[in-house]
């Protein structure tokens, strides 16, 4: 039998949950970004933009190669930086790098 009073209950409920949800993710996401900013330094944070921070590892999109390498070298001083400045539960652990497309999309 269908309850149509039910009905809008679980859809509150639901849809309750999911505001929820995209707004962790949202203070997570400008959290991460708020913290990568800051750390990396003016030249860098123009060709870079974190794009995860899952079980423990920071992905960070960069422009190209030349910024592949040079943070790659400077990684263990930006992750304890970044973990400083990071208000998030979970620490990184590590920073992988990648070449990507610099956008302001996250998470």
């Known amino acids: 039998m269908y309850r149509k009073h039910g009905t809008g209950q679980i859809r509150d409920v639901v849809g309750s949950f999911l505001k929820k949800i995209e707004g ?10 708020e913290a990568w900013r800051s750390v990396a330094g003016e030249k860098a944070k123009e060709h870079t933009l974190p794009v995860s921070l899952k079980k423990g590892t920071l ?26 400045k990071y208000e998030g539960r979970k620490k990184a652990e590590k920073i992988r790098f990648r070449v990507g497309v610099i956008e302001d999309q996250l998470f």
């Open 24 to 33: 962790g993710a949202a203070k997570k996401g400008s959290a991460v970004i």
């Open 59 to 84: 992905v960070v999109a960069v422009e190209n190669s030349v910024w592949l390498y040079k943070l790659t070298l400077e990684k263990e001083i930006l992750l304890k930086k970044f973990n400083e």
